[in-house]
């Protein structure tokens, strides 16, 4: 793109002050900064000026989930389904690690995060841990996607080979970047990062089958037979993956997609509850949720939205593919977005100061035709890690590993 041309694509949108230093950069820069122009969706911005109008809910009516009880009652059967697809390599696992992290508070990927106390023992190792449990189960490797972003891409792989992949076989990890989106003010104009770049954050984890899928990584999961992937957040320490029984029951329900959620703690509790919307499986998010909603009960009595989902799903590849055209809805997260002040100076604000924009995995449920709601137990297997104190936070998280029988 020519400057002619940028200018008039900023004019369009309103953002001409992005090439307010353009005559002080030199000409790689200048051309950087006229490619990233071309690239960025400016339409999405837009949506600044309207940040509370949630994408529309359908009607919302209970959608059952397969509780523990009845998991255990077919354990066997769902265990040796379930085995043998990950024995016939059909299930991948996909780590969802291009998030900022904000909340942490680390300038590092958050899987760099040492949480151990007496020994080190970082987020990605455990992860690893924990899918080395399925590896020994089943007898065989696994391929396992790690999704990154343009911020944290080469942190996030020197770390894992400067660790040797933590044990994992090396040609079983493949790394993807996600895509980005421009970061703005209040009044939606881009901020500027460095003089020659617009601030940028990346587009939420919704996006992640369209990066693998440009990565080129689709067809080789093809090629090496998957049909499943289990995606999953790098901030769940405890999390099982590809879990032999999980998989094994959404086989054998027929199900396009699996969730595993957990019992909510309370009515209020501020996790996205398993529903159906007009008729296909959603998740109402926590601030969705109407007092009737979360009063109302099923047919047994017990309340009717009572399920959390964890940011593990497991996805059917075919239906995937069938969904990959469909838009997701756009949201408008406020957060705190380095930029360089009126002297051209960078500030990393303490506070939020404006909006990233992003579309979320949790909406591609309903693009589902049917979906599992899986019960698990939360100390099991829910140790998100948020923070660094308090609610879903490195305390917690520790508490419920050495619980668990970690030795930190
Ligand atoms: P979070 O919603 O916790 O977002 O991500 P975050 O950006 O990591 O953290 P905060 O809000 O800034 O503190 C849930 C999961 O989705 C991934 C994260 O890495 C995490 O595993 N994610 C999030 C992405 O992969 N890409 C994104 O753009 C956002």
Not at 389 to 401: F, H, I, N, Q, W
């Amino acid at each position: 793109m020519n400057l002619e041309a940028a200018k008039a694509k900023l004019a369009e949108f309103g953002q001409e002050h992005v090439l307010k230093y353009y005559e002080e950069l030199n000409d790689n820069d200048k051309k950087a900064l006229l490619t990233q122009i071309d690239e960025t969706d400016m339409s999405i911005l837009a949506a600044a000026l309207n940040p509370d109008k949630a994408p529309s809910k359908g009607v919302i009516s209970p959608l059952p989930c397969m509780e523990l009880n009845e998991i255990k009652a077919n354990e066997e059967s769902f265990r040796k389904t379930g085995l043998k697809a990950v024995k016939e390599g059909k299930v991948g696992a996909v780590l969802l690690a291009g998030g900022m992290g904000t909340r942490l508070g680390s300038d590092n990927p958050k899987g760099m995060y040492n949480i151990g106390i007496t020994h080190d023992i970082f987020i990605f190792e455990c992860l690893i841990n924990n899918l080395m449990d399925v590896v020994k189960e089943a007898d065989a490797y696994l391929h396992l996607f790690v999704m990154t972003s343009e911020k944290n891409h080469d942190a996030t792989t020197g770390f894992l080979k400067e660790k040797n992949y933590f044990g994992y076989p090396e040609e079983y990890i493949h790394f993807f970047k996600q895509e980005m989106a421009a970061a703005t003010d209040y009044n939606g104009k881009i901020y500027l990062e460095e003089k020659g770049r617009m601030a940028t954050s990346p587009n939420g984890n919704g996006g992640w089958f369209i990066s693998l899928m440009r990565a080129g990584l689709l067809d080789k999961a093809k090629e090496w037979g998957i049909e499943w992937f289990n995606i999953f957040a790098v901030d769940n320490v405890l999390q099982r993956i590809a879990d032999p029984v999980f998989v094994g029951a959404t086989i054998e329900k027929n199900c396009c997609v699996g969730s595993k959620v957990v019992r909510k703690s309370a009515p209020d509790e501020k996790v996205g509850v398993m529903c159906l919307e007009d008729g296909k499986p959603s998740i109402v998010e926590y601030y969705e949720l109407t007092d009737e909603l979360m009063n109302a009960k099923d047919e047994k009595g017990d309340p009717a939205y009572n399920f959390g989902v964890i940011l593990n799903y497991l996805f059917d590849i075919e239906e995937l593919e069938r969904i990959v055209k469909e838009e997701l809805p756009l949201h408008v997260v406020e957060k705190k977005i380095p930029y360089l002040d009126e002297k051209g100076e960078l500030v990393k604000p303490e506070e939020p100061n404006g909006y990233k924009f992003e579309n979320l995995v949790l909406d591609m449920i309903h693009q589902m035709r049917s979906c599992l709601p899986f019960e698990v137990v939360r100390e099991k297997e829910f140790a998100p890690i948020k923070n660094k104190t308090g609610v879903d936070s490195v305390e917690s998280a520790r508490k419920l590993l050495e619980a668990n029988g970690v030795t930190l």
